[in-house]
């Protein structure tokens, strides 16, 4: 029985980390985030049948069980990855523009979405509206810390904003997602939620972080500076993934997405804390320890993300349009983030297109919708998957070519404002 559970596993990983490796080279190669490449590959797998390849492989692939889990304890991993990318000193210090930024960029698109849900979809229920809206609040905090990197800005000012309001963004997103999720699972067993019970489980999700933050803070350094005496190999990774996991079960526990505890336990682990680690004096962090992990397990869920996508719902006009709306809204809703922009100087452009890709943080909200169901009926549907693929792929390859164009551009109009130095007589 063992074996009948591992043989389609061992295959299906195989194929998976294959396509993996070569979509992401294949989209480095053209200056494009490599999750771009193993989205698409992906997408290529699970439509080999519009090749003329025919086998019940594939679908064995798409619905096997362990392949599944494996795939969501990648998000874990990678919203673990995420919040070690940033410091409660970094969540205090970005500023009331990146605060405002992140504000508008969550409230505008959920209302635009929710308003484009009616009226695309006027026969789905109102909470599949409103789920639409929530999908379009998310920012790939990855890929817009990646782009303004190659760019040589991240430490700009744009940059600290841009930066500082995705993290806020994701925050806010989470929540977000916490109570929507809430909504259609209380639909779905004919209740009603009440206005207190929303504000109920949208202040649990923040009290949920703000709790595992401050009673971390007070937790986490007594535990791990003893551990750290241990001398064991792997002692930082080990405590590390026990963090992530242990607050990823709490979060579930109480009714959250696990991928909030996970974001949670990155936050927690200050780099001061690693210092007297065995690991960090020989000069190795436990980013770079965890990404061994991450290299395996999260490409797993982009590729299996694309291998859900049936390119036969493409051949319809009303899911390609829909598609197209949802770009324009999920560009125009982030562009409002420019006006929360504060200081001089800052070019807000570069803070709104930032803002756009939805990278990785789009797929996980659409995962999420994908595995509710409404009377039912999957509230992301097949055919609204595929749309909202569509956006957040469009979304995310447009992002690096306009970020560096409206730097450029900034440089160039400052370069024709300076004024030219006066020539020295002989």
Not at 220 to 234: K, N
Request: net charge positive.
């Amino acid at each position: 029985m063992g074996h009948d559970v591992i043989s389609p596993l061992l295959l299906a990983l195989a194929v998976v980390l294959a396509a993996a490796a070569a979509g992401g080279w294949l989209a480095e190669r053209i200056r494009q985030p490599s999750v771009l490449g193993e989205l698409v590959l992906g997408i290529v797998i699970g439509n080999l049948a519009l090749l003329g390849i025919h086998g019940g492989f594939v679908e064995e692939m798409k619905s096997n069980a362990q392949l599944h889990a494996l795939a969501d304890i990648g998000v874990i991993v990678l919203l673990f990855d995420v919040g070690l990318e940033s410091t409660l000193r970094d969540m205090l210090r970005v500023g009331r523009s990146a605060l405002l930024v992140a504000v508008l960029g969550v409230v505008t698109p959920f209302a635009l979405g929710w308003a484009a849900g009616a009226w695309l979809l006027p026969d789905r229920p109102a909470p599949v509206h409103v789920f639409l809206g929530a999908v379009l609040t998310a920012t790939s905090v990855g890929i817009t810390a990646r782009v303004l990197r190659d760019l040589g800005k991240s430490d700009a000012d744009e940059g600290r904003i841009i930066l500082g309001a995705a993290v806020i963004d994701d925050v806010l997103g989470l929540a977000i997602l916490a109570v929507v999720s809430a909504l259609i699972a209380a639909a779905d067993h004919g209740a009603v939620l009440s206005f207190a019970g929303v504000a109920w489980i949208a202040g649990k999700a923040l009290l949920f972080l703000v709790l595992a933050i401050a009673l971390g803070s007070l937790i986490v350094p007594r535990l791990l500076r003893p551990i750290s005496r241990w001398r064991y190999p792997g002692t930082l990774l080990t405590s590390g993934l026990v963090l992530c996991f242990a607050l990823s079960y709490a979060a579930a526990a109480v009714g959250l997405a696990p991928i909030v505890g996970a974001f949670a336990a990155g936050l927690l682990i200050e780099p001061a804390l690693l210092a007297s680690f065995e690991e960090t004096r020989r000069g190795q962090t436990l980013r770079s320890m965890l990404r061994p992990i991450s290299t395996i397990l999260v490409p797993v869920f982009f590729v299996r993300t694309g291998m859900m996508v049936d390119l036969r719902s493409f051949a319809d006009p009303a899911i390609v349009g829909i598609a197209g709306i949802l770009i324009v809204i999920a560009w125009v809703g982030k562009q409002a983030c420019m006006l929360g922009v504060l200081q001089r100087g800052v070019n807000r452009l570069a803070v709104g297109i930032g803002m756009v890709p939805r990278g990785e943080v789009g797929l996980i909200f659409a995962n999420v919708g994908a595995g509710l169901t409404l009377g039912g009926e999957r509230v992301v549907t097949p055919a609204l998957y595929a749309a909202v693929v569509i956006m957040v792929i469009v979304t995310t390859l447009i992002t690096p070519p306009l970020l560096a164009w409206s730097f450029s551009r900034s440089k160039s109009r400052q370069t024709e404002a300076r004024p030219a130095a006066p020539h020295s007589s002989a």
